[in-house]
Nanobody, 114 residues
Framework: QVQLVESGGGLVQAGGSLTLSCAAS????????MGWYRQAPGQQRELVAF???????NYADSVKGRFTISRDNVKNTVALQMNSLKFEDTAVYYC????????WGQGTLVTVSL
C-alpha cells in the first residue's frame, strides 16, 4: 500500500489561487491514473481531475479551465493548481489512485471566502 499525504490547503478569497501537493510513499507510476478528489460538507466525495501515467488529463466540468493537475513520476508527487477559486470549491481535497485506490490520506482543507 502507498501512503498519501496532501498539503497546501488554506483560506483564500474568491478569485484567488492555491496549489495543492500530494506526496506518495511509493511509486505512483505503478498506480497509473492518479486523481484529485474533493468532499464538501454534507456531500459525497467527487473526482475533480485525473492524470494518466503518460500525462493525459481530464477534469470535471465544474473545474475545467480553472484547475490544472500534474504529476512527477520520479518524485512520486501529484499537484493541483487551482485558479479563479469559487466559494463552491470549498472542500477537503484528497489525492488517490483512480483504479488502484489506496488508503485515504487526511486530505487538505480548502476554504474559499466570498
Amino acid at each position: 500500500q502507498v501512503q498519501l499525504v496532501e498539503s497546501g490547503g488554506g483560506l483564500v478569497q474568491a478569485g484567488g489561487s492555491l496549489t495543492l501537493s500530494c506526496a506518495a510513499s511509493g511509486s505512483i507510476f505503478s498506480l497509473n491514473v492518479m486523481g484529485w478528489y474533493r468532499q464538501a460538507p454534507g456531500q459525497q466525495r467527487e473526482l475533480v481531475a485525473f492524470i494518466t501515467r503518460s500525462g493525459s488529463v481530464n477534469y470535471a466540468d465544474s473545474v475545467k479551465g480553472r484547475f490544472t493537475i500534474s504529476r512527477d513520476n520520479v518524485k512520486n508527487t501529484v499537484a493541483l493548481q487551482m485558479n479563479s477559486l469559487k466559494f463552491e470549491d470549498t472542500a477537503v481535497y484528497y489525492c488517490n489512485a483512480v483504479h488502484y485506490v489506496q488508503p485515504w490520506g487526511q486530505g487538505t482543507l480548502v476554504t474559499v471566502s466570498l
